[in-house]
């Protein structure tokens, strides 16, 4: 499904969009969506306190977790996104942003912070950290929340805590729908922070992610629909080449010979048809029931 109109830059020559989904989900405006819902780089806080059914603390009120050596803390505090005493348990769910794929330093502080927060002795609570991580190029789809809460959850905690009924919940309050096909598709549709930007340590993270969530197929397939219509956007109007040794389509897509292993195939269109493409061919953009 598609939210846009297309519309040449007449400067890069790019296909871009119109966003029209707020109106898809029934909100009139961007600006009030995104303050209100935002998809789940905004709405993780609320989405997790849905399925794990208590607060967590996070947003301007992060919890500081010191690494500890010699019986001494070291340095700045580790900062985590949310976190939560779930039955005995001591929950972090860390959102990753694009720069958790493009920094070798960040990808290094990311394991020196892993380090210090599953491992007792190297923290000043003397506590083992279970951590969740949600990589920014993910939508709550039906397949993700069930890797997420329910296989995820069991390794890691023991016990799934997914339900329909917290799924439902949860895509209303992110997206204000509860139908899932009125979802937006994981992957990157508008973002520059595409896998051409990622390092090589970057796309290593991401092929694991991919591998990890291979259970549910539609995720894969899903990811790379979404960056295929924006690779076709950046290449549909412009010349074949735009330097000797690089074409249009790297500023999507990376040269990496192990990234275009996973790239090159064709999505299938049963898992396609499910979720909201911002990119795409355009059909009805105003659902009768949101």
Known sequence: MSTRDK?????TNFVEIVNRYHKVVGVKTKKEFNKKHGCIEHGLGSCIEIFFGTKFQGGKNEKAVKEVKDGKKLGQAFKCDWYANVEGKDIVFEFNGNHHYQS???IFADWRKNEVLTNPSRNEFNKKFIVFKVPYYMQLT???ALYLFQDLAKEKLGKSFYS?????KAIKKIYNTDREDLIYAPGLHTSQQTPATYCEDGIERFLQEMKDMSKYPSIKHQVVKSLKLWEEDVTAETSPTWKKDKKYKNLIIPKNKRFLEFY???PDKKYLN???YERGQRHDLMPKNT
Do not use: H, L, M, T
């Open 164 to 168: 329909d009924e917290k799924f439902k």
């Open 104 to 106: 070798p330093f960040k």
């Open 7 to 11: 519309k040449v830059n007449p400067k």
């Open 264 to 266: 090159n195939f064709e």
């Open 142 to 144: 039906r397949d993700y």
């Open 274 to 276: 499910c979720v909201v």
